[in-house]
């Protein structure tokens, strides 16, 4: 059995924490319910919750919906130890209702796409709808007020090669997206669904459309944690294909701040971009990573870029977040790298968890 992960910087919680204090007021006894809570997004809302609720002392109450609580408090005894968390055991489609109101609901569950390229269009289409429509029934049930749905910037579709940061009142969308793009699709359709029901309901609702991030706790399965891994064990920095396509990444502090900051004080129906807006290749990623490493590694790259292809781009623009909630990158991407590596050296081997 793997061994517990460790907390997260104290740091880092002290970062959130700088960066949200004056939000925390609302939130004085409130009571909360994350989806997804022992995921990536989850993990970070919940450490930086129960940072604030001690430091602040505002009674906060959190229920977190899991498939095996078992497994999370093996995972994060830490948490699942606390008497401000409480572990609500379901499956995001048919999981039993808590009888309590809640005054904030957070819906961070999604299987990313990296999982999921092996099931059938319909059937996930189907799972992530199926799984937006219990939660918002479950809102309406338990009277929630604030209302966040932590999107993605896929539903976007192909970002155009000569658009450097997608906005998100972008006009040219594919409709629908292409036959493998099935989670992009079902993500933007358990949008809508978001903001039908909100707009019937009275519930305030912001949407989070999240690109790219680094940190403790990402899985092993997307680039730049497959990068730390390589130089976490000394070897070669490896890049699939050929280095090219750009793509930015936010640190997860930052991005708790960010979360936390559209919960509180996102305007309702509102749809925000959440990442960072400093743009590299895959390449110039890997050779950060490799420069972070406790012996500088050299990095591979195993493809060879076609003259004349144009370059695939995963990038937000985030001036609507910067200018109407005054939000800002704060950790610099080669502090990032530093950040994870030296968490990652202290956790478990991702390939055991």
């Given at each position: 059995m793997t061994g517990p992960l460790p907390p997260l910087p104290v740091e880092d919680l002290e970062h959130v924490l700088v960066h949200t204090r004056d939000l925390w007021g609302e939130a004085q006894g409130a009571s909360f319910f994350i989806t997804g809570g022992t995921g990536?997004?989850?993990?970070?809302?919940?450490?930086?919750?129960?940072?604030?609720?001690?430091?602040?002392?505002?009674?906060?109450?959190?229920?977190?919906?899991t498939r095996d609580p078992?497994?999370?408090?093996?995972?994060?005894?830490?948490?699942?130890?606390?008497?401000?968390?409480?572990?609500?055991?379901?499956?995001?489609?048919?999981?039993a209702f808590p009888p309590d109101?809640?005054?904030?609901?957070?819906?961070?569950?999604?299987?990313?796409?990296?999982?999921?390229?092996?099931?059938?269009?319909?059937?996930?289409?189907?799972?992530?709808?199926?799984?937006?429509?219990?939660?918002?029934?479950?809102?309406?049930?338990?009277?929630?007020?604030?209302?966040?749905?932590?999107?993605?910037?896929?539903?976007?579709?192909?970002q155009p090669a000569g658009l450097t940061h997608m906005p998100e009142d972008f006009r040219g969308l594919q409709a629908p997206l292409p036959a493998d793009a099935a989670w992009a699709e079902g993500k933007r359709v358990a949008e809508q669904l978001c903001l039908t029901h909100a707009a019937r309901h009275g519930h305030?609702?912001?949407?989070?459309?999240?690109?790219?991030?680094?940190?403790?706790?990402?899985?092993?399965?997307?680039?730049?944690?497959?990068?730390i891994n390589d130089a976490l064990h000394g070897r070669p920095v490896q890049v699939t294909g050929d280095g090219t396509p750009h793509r930015s990444y936010l640190y997860a502090s930052d991005l708790a701040v960010w979360l936390w900051t559209m919960l509180f004080a996102g305007q309702s129906g509102r749809a925000y971009n959440v990442g960072s807006p400093h743009s590299l290749s895959l390449a110039e990623v890997?050779?950060?990573v490799a420069l972070a490493a406790d012996e500088p590694q050299p990095v591979k790259i195993n493809g060879t870029?076609?003259?004349?292809?144009?370059?695939?781009?995963?990038?937000?623009?985030?001036?609507?977040?910067?200018?109407?909630?005054?939000?800002?990158?704060?950790?610099?991407?080669?502090?990032?790298?530093r950040k994870t590596l030296a968490w990652q050296r202290r956790a478990p081997p991702i390939s055991a968890r």
């Amino acid at each position: 059995m793997t061994g517990p992960l460790p907390p997260l910087p104290v740091e880092d919680l002290e970062h959130v924490l700088v960066h949200t204090r004056d939000l925390w007021g609302e939130a004085q006894g409130a009571s909360f319910f994350i989806t997804g809570g022992t995921g990536f997004f989850g993990t970070w809302l919940l450490e930086s919750f129960a940072h604030a609720n001690d430091r602040l002392g505002l009674g906060m109450r959190a229920t977190v919906l899991t498939r095996d609580p078992a497994a999370f408090a093996r995972r994060s005894p830490h948490l699942a130890g606390r008497t401000d968390v409480r572990l609500h055991q379901g499956e995001l489609r048919s999981f039993a209702f808590p009888p309590d109101r809640f005054t904030h609901l957070v819906h961070a569950a999604a299987d990313t796409g990296v999982w999921t390229k092996g099931e059938s269009s319909e059937g996930l289409i189907g799972r992530i709808t199926e799984g937006m429509r219990r939660v918002l029934d479950f809102a309406f049930a338990a009277q929630v007020g604030r209302f966040l749905h932590i999107s993605s910037g896929a539903v976007y579709g192909s970002q155009p090669a000569g658009l450097t940061h997608m906005p998100e009142d972008f006009r040219g969308l594919q409709a629908p997206l292409p036959a493998d793009a099935a989670w992009a699709e079902g993500k933007r359709v358990a949008e809508q669904l978001c903001l039908t029901h909100a707009a019937r309901h009275g519930h305030a609702v912001t949407i989070a459309r999240c690109f790219a991030f680094v940190g403790p706790h990402l899985d092993g399965n997307y680039a730049i944690a497959s990068f730390i891994n390589d130089a976490l064990h000394g070897r070669p920095v490896q890049v699939t294909g050929d280095g090219t396509p750009h793509r930015s990444y936010l640190y997860a502090s930052d991005l708790a701040v960010w979360l936390w900051t559209m919960l509180f004080a996102g305007q309702s129906g509102r749809a925000y971009n959440v990442g960072s807006p400093h743009s590299l290749s895959l390449a110039e990623v890997a050779n950060e990573v490799a420069l972070a490493a406790d012996e500088p590694q050299p990095v591979k790259i195993n493809g060879t870029p076609q003259p004349g292809r144009p370059v695939s781009r995963y990038v937000p623009s985030v001036s609507r977040a910067e200018t109407e909630l005054g939000l800002r990158v704060h950790v610099a991407l080669p502090e990032a790298i530093r950040k994870t590596l030296a968490w990652q050296r202290r956790a478990p081997p991702i390939s055991a968890r």
